[in-house]
C-alpha cells in the first residue's frame, strides 16, 4: 500500500489569541504520528476517544487539495487529547504534511501551518484558527503570530522543560465574551513578547485567562512560588509551565491531577 507518515508536537500558550487575535505558543514533547495511505474509501482510525468528524472533514480536504483521492488514516501518539495541549493543531499539521508527502508536494512548515490554521476555522476546530500554536506544533519553535493575517511577527526564545498538568476540571470553551472582555490586558502581554519577553507575557495571560474561564488559581500560584511561569494552555484545563525545577514542580502539583515533566522541543518532529 502506498503510504507516507509525518509527525507533529503538542504545545502549551504563552498567549492565547482569541482576546486579540495575536497569538503565542511553544512546543512540548508529546506528539501526534499520521500515516496516511491510497485506498478505495475514507477511513479514520485514532488513538485518542475524540469526536472523528472533524478530523474526517480535514482529511476530505487535505485529499482534494492535492488530488491524492479516498486515503486511510491512522493517527498514533502520546500527546493527551485534554483541552489546551495543541492536539488539534498537532493532528491537522501531521495529516497535511503525510498528505502532501503521499501526493510528491514540497511544503514549507510555515505553509503547513497556514492550511492548518484555514483548515482548522473551516471545519469549526478553532475560533481563530490558531495559527499559533500550529506554526509552533510544525516548526518546534516558538512564535508571536497574527491569526487573523497569517502571519508570524517575531521568534521567542523559548527552551528547556515544562512540566504538564491535566486536572480534572471541566472545559470552559464556551465563555468567548469573558475572553474577549480581556483585551485590553492580553495587549500588554502582546507588547512584552514583541519585545521577546515571553515570561512577562506569558504571566499576564496565564493570570487573566484562568480568572476569566473560572479555574481555581492554586496550581498556578504554587507554580509561581516555585519560580516557574505558566498556567491555564489555551481554554484549558490543562495547565502548562516552565521551569527551571521539573522535578520538584511536578511533585508539588500531582496533589492537583496527572502531571508530565517534558521537554521544549527546538526543531520539527520526525517520525
Known amino acids: 500500500m502506498d503510504c507516507a507518515r509525518a509527525c507533529a508536537w503538542g504545545g502549551g500558550t504563552i498567549i492565547n489569541a482569541i482576546a486579540t487575535g495575536h497569538g503565542a505558543a511553544f512546543p ?3 506528539r501526534v504520528m499520521a500515516e496516511v495511505c491510497r485506498s478505495d474509501r475514507l477511513e479514520v482510525a485514532t488513538y485518542a476517544d475524540v469526536d472523528v468528524e472533524p478530523i474526517r472533514k480535514v482529511v476530505q480536504m487535505v485529499a482534494e487539495r492535492w488530488g491524492v483521492g479516498p486515503v486511510a488514516i491512522k493517527i498514533t501518539g502520546d500527546l493527551p487529547p485534554a483541552g489546551g495541549l495543541k492536539s488539534s493543531s498537532a493532528v491537522v499539521n501531521a495529516l497535511v504534511s503525510a498528505t502532501a508527502k503521499l501526493a510528491g508536494a514540497n511544503v514549507d512548515l510555515f505553509d503547513v501551518a497556514r492550511i492548518n490554521a484555514q483548515l482548522s476555522r473551516e471545519v469549526g476546530i478553532s475560533v481563530t484558527g490558531a495559527f499559533d500554536d500550529a506554526v509552533a506544533s510544525a516548526t518546534g519553535r516558538s512564535y508571536l503570530t497574527d491569526n487573523y493575517k497569517l502571519v508570524v511577527i517575531r521568534e521567542l ?4 522543560k515544562a512540566v504538564v498538568l491535566i486536572p480534572p476540571y471541566e472545559k470552559r470553551r464556551h465563555k468567548l465574551q469573558e475572553m474577549r472582555a480581556l483585551a485590553p490586558v492580553v495587549r500588554t502581554a502582546v507588547s512584552f513578547a514583541g519585545m521577546g519577553m515571553w515570561r512577562e507575557a506569558m504571566l499576564i495571560n ?6 476569566a474561564l473560572g479555574y481555581p488559581p492554586e496550581p498556578t500560584l504554587e507554580a509561581l512560588r516555585l519560580g516557574a511561569v ?3 494552555s489555551g481554554t484549558g484545563p490543562s495547565h502548562v509551565f516552565i ?5 520538584e514542580l511536578a511533585e508539588a502539583l500531582s496533589k492537583y491531577g496527572k502531571v508530565y515533566v517534558v521537554d521544549i522541543p527546538q526543531s520539527p518532529c520526525t517520525p
Open 28 to 30: 512540548i514533547s508529546l
Open 157 to 160: 526564545d523559548v527552551s528547556g
Open 206 to 211: 496565564a493570570v487573566a485567562y484562568g480568572f
Open 230 to 232: 505558566g498556567g491555564v
Open 243 to 247: 521551569t527551571d525545577k521539573p522535578e
